[in-house]
């Protein structure tokens, strides 16, 4: 299995960035996808989901300016940020859930754990 996030960089405020994370060795059809970060000092945040049924759910801190689609052809997951703030500086995780949650759940228990996870991508929004 594995998750390969690519995408990342430095941005200015107010910029766009896409992350991809591309998916091998599991039924990517079959699972629910999430799209972590992690800032230094501060505890990981799921900040969006998308489970089986092609609903999406996001974190109050970026709804409205992220967007998560899935392409299940390419067995890809994606991120698309835009409006970025500095405090969307982070490392960027992509997981996946084979529980078969609803994405709002996915994000509304940051207790639940994902079944895998990538090695991630690292998103910097200074000026």
């Known amino acids: 299995v594995q998750l390969v996030e690519s995408g990342g960089g430095s941005v200015q405020p107010g910029g766009s960035m896409r992350l991809s994370c591309a998916a091998s060795g599991f039924s990517f059809t079959r699972y629910s996808m999430g799209w972590f970060r992690q800032a230094p000092e501060k505890e990981r945040e799921e900040v969006a989901a998308?489970?089986?049924?092609?609903?999406?759910y996001y974190a109050d801190s970026v709804k409205g300016r992220f967007t998560i689609a899935k392409e299940n052809s390419k067995k890809t997951l994606y991120l698309q940020m835009n409006g970025l703030k500095p405090e969307d500086t982070a490392m960027y995780y992509c997981?996946?859930?084979?529980?078969?949650?609803?994405?709002?759940?996915?994000?509304?228990?940051?207790?639940?754990?994902?079944?895998?996870w990538g090695q991630g991508t690292q998103v910097t929004v200074s000026s």
């Open positions: 997981a996946a859930d084979s529980a078969g949650y609803e994405s709002w759940f996915l994000v509304s228990n940051p207790s639940h754990e994902y079944k895998y």
């Open positions: 998308i489970d089986t049924y092609g609903y999406t």
